[in-house]
């Protein structure tokens, strides 16, 4: 098959014709040996998560007193059943002791004495100290939980204060516990943000965005050039590099116009890219892709790389895009699903917006969940190296998001995923296409063209988790006002 071919053939001819079984064997293995079972070469190792310490406040009035729930409530009681349940059902967060606020005086002496926690949860379970609106004003992301008909009127008349002012606040009123938990998910959520580490790989200076990213999140970022990343490249395990080969071609539904030889080095490069985040302990890697290949100072594309990091639970992300690959690990972090960059499309005739974009992963619910078919081809726009097509589930919700660190925005949109798009010779390889309020979408669109897309309805909790994290939200298929 010659370089840039667009003949096709299946995965057994491939194998044959670049050799890769015979290296397979060489390795200590048939080709179908351990491919065939989808284990990979190598396990990602992924840095634990910082762990979250939350101040828990219990915020009611003296007992005594004729008002909700009741005059003679027991507070106490009601406070350690909350308590012991938080602390079972949340393991990863470290909770400090109850803290019980009677007024607002009480939560400015908490305030004091809880300086260095990440966050606050405020459960009402009485009404009227005003408390929590103490607390919501600390500067600190406070989640103010009302047990219903505790704290009920107390809790409705926070929202305009916390729009009007951008507090740093989110509100829960449910029956059902798992809302609770999903809001100190959100607080989870921040403080592994503020643990993340990224790496950028790219030649032009980086300080302006590695500043705004510490400043929004508390992530730090390190950057490494185009020579370092060669000798790594040129440092790694061909062996390695041969039998991520064969593991990507044998899990493939085809190949298309790719060159054997690309797909050993995309093998290369994540041996390469594994090793670097692991001796710079570091969470995720986005890299200035095409510049650099345009440029010969990178031998390979790393879409395989990404691909395979998204798929095991880590984060990959293209074109050195700081902004989607922050958004990529607050998805990660929140839902434990790979997050999709794409470059967006809209098709208004058919109400549509099409996800295009080179690096997708197969295992959109996450590295436990089901794998969907995928495509090696070539890269889209020079006909170069190796890429793939990811024929993602269809039928399903989907939310796609951007967080724009320099404006402290998040835009958002949702959609139901309807097609994956065979358009080949125009723009990237994967196209997933999701029904959604398209003419809307192209009205309201800002904030440069990058989205990343999760599987699952998760408006509501990015929509809180940006409160928290000081970001206004444009909701750009809504009609704005």
Request: charged share 25%; proline share 4%; aromatic share 8%.
């Amino acid at each position: 098959m010659r370089r840039g071919s667009s003949s096709e053939m299946d995965r057994r001819g491939f194998l044959a014709l670049s050799g890769a079984a015979a290296a397979s064997a060489m390795l200590g293995g048939s080709a179908s040996a351990w491919p065939g079972g989808r284990e990979p070469p190598q396990r990602l190792k992924l840095r634990t998560p910082r762990r979250a310490k939350v101040c828990l406040v219990f915020s009611h009035i003296r007992p005594g007193q004729a008002t909700w729930p009741t005059k003679y409530y027991n507070y106490d009681a009601r406070r350690k059943e909350l308590s012991a349940r938080l602390r079972a059902e949340c393991p990863g967060t470290e909770f400090t002791d109850d803290q019980v606020a009677n007024s607002s005086a009480d939560a400015e002496k908490i305030i004091a004495a809880n300086p260095d926690v990440d966050g606050f949860v405020v459960m009402l379970i009485g009404i009227w100290p005003r408390a929590a609106d103490k607390i919501m004003r600390s500067g600190k992301p406070t989640v103010v939980v009302d047990d219903l008909y505790a704290g009920s009127g107390e809790i409705l008349g926070m929202g305009p204060a916390i729009r009007k002012e951008n507090l740093r606040a989110a509100l829960v009123a449910s029956s059902n516990f798992g809302d609770v938990k999903r809001g100190v998910r959100w607080l989870e959520t921040l403080a592994a943000m503020k643990g993340a580490k990224i790496v950028n790989v790219r030649n032009s200076d980086v300080s302006g965005q590695t500043k705004l990213l510490k400043e929004v999140f508390g992530a730090s970022m390190v950057q490494m050039n185009s020579d370092e990343m060669n000798r790594r490249y040129d440092a790694a395990d061909d062996g390695l590099a041969r039998q991520w080969a064969v593991y990507w071609t044998k899990g493939a539904k085809k190949i298309v116009g790719v060159d054997p030889e690309e797909i050993f080095k995309a093998g290369k490069i994540h041996v390469a890219y594994m090793k670097a985040l692991e001796e710079l302990d570091a969470d995720a890697i986005t890299m200035d892709c095409l510049g650099l290949y345009y440029s010969n100072k990178s031998k390979a594309y790393p879409c395989l790389s990404w691909f395979e990091m998204l798929n095991q639970g880590g984060t990959g992300i293209c074109e050195s895009d700081v902004d989607s690959t922050a958004t990529a690990l607050l998805i990660r972090y929140l839902c434990g699903r790979p997050g999709y960059v794409s470059d967006p499309v809209i098709n208004t005739s058919k109400n549509e917006i099409i996800y295009a974009h080179c690096v997708a992963s197969n295992r959109m619910y996450g590295p436990k969940g089901k794998a969907n078919p995928y495509i090696l081809r070539t890269h889209a726009e020079d006909r170069k190296g190796v890429s793939l097509q990811s024929l993602m589930p269809l039928g399903e919700p989907e939310t796609t998001l951007r967080v724009a660190l320099g404006d402290r925005t998040m835009v958002i949109h949702t959609g139901k995923t309807s097609e994956n798009v065979y358009e080949l010779e125009k723009a990237c390889r994967t196209k997933l296409a999701a029904k959604t309020d398209a003419a809307e979408i192209l009205r309201n669109w800002t904030h440069g063209w990058h989205r990343v897309t999760v599987y699952g309805e998760w408006r509501n909790d990015f929509i809180n988790l940006a409160q928290l994290a000081g970001l206004a939200v444009i909701e750009e298929d809504k009609r704005q006002g």
